[in-house]
């Protein structure tokens, strides 16, 4: 359970799988703010990984609200499903099969994050942009740039603890694409 | 009026005074997310600058909640004043002074934001953690690393236009220290 209404779940409260990427707190909160959500939303997480954004964006959008979270990966589904469960979620469907199977059986959206850097990832955004609601948001994180909108690159490093004092430890850019549809 | 449940008002919605810097969205959204906002809690916006913060900070803890903004500059003051109507913002007040004169007369705080980076800067976060209530935060951006904390280091680069295509600009790292009271 989280209670603060500012998003932000510190990274080690998720449970996590080595095999399953989650999103870092301040990537993902940056994230969050730029799908602008309110409660009562449609929101979409494509590429779910380990459940960190479906986490979040549920507790934005409140119970008035919900989540389809989709990965094609069993054991991120499986990760997600916990997460969920760990937070005491109930407003997020987790569905298990390839996202461009899936996208047009949902209901519109209202905001829409994509994350993952799958071979369909340009398929898969125009298939998020025929569903997304005028005025709707939709997301893109850790993918190559595809061409002018509101493209912010964060470069994060954290401090470590070593045996004399205290070290930044560098992470890699991450490239996070957000656009409001006409 | 920002009506998003989650904070990040993008930059261009302020009012703007060159002499008077802004906390950045994305780095903005990272500081408020570490203060880990509630209905109803008390905050201090201390060198409020623009006002930025304190908008985002008084939307996240509503009418319940209560911010107190000081600056020393009486121009980020006025600048203050002038985005808190724009934003309707009725819970937030503004103390143009130093904050080493005003913080003992505070009511204790749930959260504290110190952003610039004053002289006084170590005598302020002192006096502020002695207002802070227990399990409260308080998050520093903009200075030199004290101690071992959490500490994150956001760069951000934004996109902008130019004749041929997009190219990426790059900020300045800015340094984002939180803790909460034992």
């Known amino acids: 359970m989280w209670k603060t209404k500012t998003p932000g779940i510190p990274d080690e409260l ?3 799988d080595e095999n399953v990427p989650i999103t870092k707190e301040e990537v993902r909160v940056v994230q969050i703010a730029k799908g602008r959500l309110k409660p009562g939303m449609i929101v979409y997480d494509i590429g779910c990984g380990s459940g960190s ?3 979040e964006a549920a507790l934005q959008v409140e119970d008035s609200g919900h989540v389809h979270a989709v990965d094609y990966d069993q054991k991120a589904v499986e990760l997600t499903k916990k997460n969920l469960a760990k937070f005491g979620i109930s407003n997020v469907s987790v569905i298990s099969k390839n996202a461009n199977e899936v996208i047009s059986g949902l209901p519109d959206a209202d905001a829409i994050f994509v994350g993952g850097t799958g071979k369909d990832t340009t398929e898969i955004v125009k298939m998020c942009l025929d569903k997304l609601n005028p005025e709707g948001r939709i997301v893109i994180g850790m993918i190559q740039i595809l061409k002018s909108v509101d493209i912010t690159q964060v470069t994060i490093s954290k401090s470590r603890k070593t ?3 205290t070290m ?3 992470r890699n850019p991450v490239t996070i694409l957000s656009a409001t549809k006409n």
Do not use: D
């Open 168 to 170: 930044m430890l560098a």
């Open 14 to 16: 998720f449970e996590r």
């Open 163 to 165: 045996s004399t004092g």
């Open 53 to 55: 954004m479906s986490v």
